[in-house]
């Protein structure tokens, strides 16, 4: 701690050893270390466009300002939709005892919407049901629809679920804007397009921070609090950035795969040296009718899947139809390593044959190597969290805040800025471009974000 004023301490008094003034007298006698023509070089090309790039980072934040902080709180309250699904409604999640099959809940779900056609049945062991079978159908508009039955009695306990209007609201807002279309265009595409530049804002900013000089990290998380309301909000903005520099990028680019996967797809081929196979030349495996072949049950593909590895939990059933056709397809989770293959539960898909029984295919994480894994596998999961369960969804929550938090501490720094420019030219003073950080190479007040 500084005990004495420097400019007023006298000449010739004892400097206590661990005093700040003694640090700065050592450094200060310390030669500096000569730079190389290289590395001067490197320094000279990294820090000598910081102006354009602090424009950059500052004005497109701002732009996406109201965007930004809109997909958090969106992002952040839907991590744990289900679970809050469930808690509002839970007269209509409250199973019982037992099991009556996935057949039982189709028969179930086609007596309460029969002019409904049946596109598949999540089963009370997938983990986001509740504990309940959740069957999926499609009416005459293409309208989607949810019937919860009671996996104990059969019972159907909702015919037509909805989640609470305000949840729902939040996923609108979340994946399309809760719009049809954004000056002629997608929302998806315009989403996706927002995204690509908020990319671009944590890229910039990190550079700007953090680059070059290892020497700044060891203080990315150091917040002064004591040095003004500027630079605790400057030091604040820098922490968060840097400590959640790799997930919130990560979520950021599984949002971008979502509004434009093939584009995606392409650049992870090139980053993983063309290991990546989209699957667009796999065969397609579809059943062929039998004469006087009775089709097996959801229950009998069920069975059949369980024979294979009775150790496989049964996650959902889809009826047979679309592509592949005739096909009972059995989605099972295999193990609960982290994130499939190479961790996280491994999700297994089986395509069954409706007249014989046939396995004709089986579709798991382990045969697609890594690379595959990554892309079709880990995207949803990354994106909100779900892949280690309650823990990552709890700082994915955290994380998905923290944009929110990077809006206000820059916001509060340009307004902080904005007065003292003011106030400079209400007394007719020239501008202070006094750095704000010790360093030589940092931004100085005038061009901090």
Do not use: C
Not at 379 to 404: E, Q, R
């Amino acid at each position: 701690m500084l005990t004495q004023d420097p400019e007023t301490h006298e000449a010739g008094a004892a400097t206590p050893p661990g005093t700040a003034p003694a640090r700065a007298a050592r450094s200060a006698a310390r030669p500096p270390r000569p730079k190389s023509k290289v590395r001067a070089a490197l320094h000279r090309a990294f820090t000598g466009k910081r102006g354009p790039l602090v424009k950059v980072h500052r004005w497109v934040s701002f732009a996406l300002l109201a965007w930004v902080v809109l997909e958090s709180v969106t992002g952040s309250a839907i991590v744990f939709a289900p679970e809050i699904d469930h808690a509002v409604n839970h007269a209509t999640f409250s199973p019982t005892a037992g099991d009556v099959g996935p057949g039982k809940a189709l028969a179930a779900a086609r007596e309460a919407r029969p002019n409904d056609v049946v596109s598949f049945v999540t089963t009370p062991s997938s983990g986001a049901t509740g504990g309940m079978y959740l069957v999926y159908t499609i009416d005459r508009s293409a309208e989607y629809h949810t019937t919860v039955v009671d996996p104990g009695t059969g019972r159907v306990t909702s015919a037509d679920h909805h989640e609470p209007r305000l949840l729902a609201l939040a996923e609108e807002l979340h994946f399309d804007l809760n719009s049809t279309s954004i000056f002629g265009f997608a929302p998806l595409t315009v989403i996706g397009t927002m995204s690509v530049l908020w990319l671009l804002v944590i890229a910039t900013g990190i550079y700007l921070w953090y680059w070059p000089g290892v020497k700044r990290w060891s203080r990315a998380a150091k917040v002064r609090r004591k040095r003004g309301r500027f630079t605790f909000h400057l030091d604040l903005h820098k922490a968060l950035g840097f400590l959640t520099l790799v997930p919130l990028s990560i979520v950021v680019i599984t949002g971008i795969n979502f509004a434009f996967p093939q584009q995606v797809a392409d650049v992870w081929n090139v980053v993983t040296f063309g290991t990546y196979d989209d699957g667009a030349s796999a065969a397609v495996s579809n059943s062929k009718p039998i004469a006087g072949a009775t089709p097996i049950t959801a229950d009998d593909a069920q069975e059949i899947v369980q024979d294979i590895d009775p150790n496989l939990r049964i996650q959902s059933v889809s009826t047979p139809g679309g592509s592949p056709v005739g096909v009972w397809e059995v989605s099972a989770i295999a193990d609960h390593s982290f994130l499939s293959s190479a961790g996280g539960s491994r999700d297994v898909s089986f395509d069954v044959d409706q007249y014989t029984g046939q396995v004709l295919s089986i579709e798991d994480p382990r045969d697609k190597g890594f690379s595959n894994t990554a892309y079709e596998d880990w995207s949803y999961d990354v994106h909100f969290g779900t892949f280690g369960g309650t823990t990552t969804k709890v700082l994915w929550v955290g994380l998905g805040l923290t944009p929110v938090a990077l809006g206000v501490t820059g916001t509060v720094m340009w307004f902080v800025r904005r007065g003292k420019r003011k106030a400079r030219r209400g007394r007719g003073a020239a501008p202070d471009v006094t750095a704000t950080a010790s360093t030589p190479t940092a931004p100085t007040t005038e061009d901090s974000p």
